[in-house]
């Protein structure tokens, strides 16, 4: 939990750095007009704001509950406006360096990419509740995150309630759309949630003693990249463990707090806890879809011709 002196320590070092007194609405507005610099003002502020928990902040700050949620939301839309400069598919840099940084990890040959989803809880949103009501029954948002060897988001869907399916989130994105029309070479990593396809390569469901099994352990070493973003994640910004706003609202925070995460990461910033990348407790992994496994072809040729 965000601590009273914490916020305090934070603001002091924001006065030492800007020579002058700062309060909490003159940090909303400082933000808002220094978001595109992305500098020490702005790595600061936005975690003080946005990994905070809101009564916290306004005990500590002697505020109301609304004046913080209006300074939230006011950070996490200039944010937003951020989003393609900060969150780019397959990455900012040449796409071969994207797949010599994941073929270095186990091996595994063309990938610019990993990805699953997350389920970041919510309080019961009043319209449609039953929809975010996921298979553990619990109310929240599903995120689809892709990301690459570094740990950088690539890309991200943070609109889906929680109980739609991770395959139908992927089939339904302009992403998919833009790799089934071929404007994307390389491959996706996945788990077995998602369909086999001739881009999205997922493991074998029960694979052969040889080149299958050292395929899947490729898969499953590579793909632990993107378990492990997403620790890092919820590690940076603990509002993702329960986020008390509206669906709305919440996605919104989900996007800002993806678009810091990078900017820290590109910065070179630890994150400040050790993320577990065992298991994501939030994420379910049901059977694989029934969908067309069109891609088995496509996985057998990388299995011969990589794993013989």
Known sequence: MFKKHNVRETLRSLEVTLGFSVTLLDVTHLVI????????????????????????????????KATVCRAVRNVTVALK??????????????????????????GFPG????????????????VNEGDYVNRKSFHSINVQIICDAANIITNVEAKWPGSVHDSQIFRECTLSTKFGHGESTGYLLGDRGYPCLPYLLTPYSDPEPGPQ???????CRTRARIEMTIGMLKARFQCLQRLRVT??????????????????????EHCPSEPNISSDPNHEHPDPPTDIQDGRAVRDTICHNHFF
């Open 33 to 64: 007009g220094l978001i595109s610099t992305a500098g020490l003002l702005l790595r600061r502020v936005t975690i003080l704001l946005l990994i905070s928990f809101l009564y916290n902040i306004g005990d500590a700050e002697h505020v109301s």
């Open 81 to 106: 406006r951020l989003l393609y400069s900060f969150v780019v598919f397959p990455g900012h840099r040449p796409t071969r360096f994207i797949k010599e940084g994941c073929h270095k990890i186990a």
């Open 247 to 268: 669906p709305e609202r919440a996605c919104d925070i989900i996007v800002a707090c993806v678009i810091l995460h990078n900017i820290a990461t590109i910065r070179g």
């Open 111 to 126: 990938v610019i990419g990993c990805t699953d989803g997350t389920r970041i809880p919510i309080i019961a949103p009043p």
């Open 213 to 219: 099994q050292r395929y899947n352990l490729a898969n």
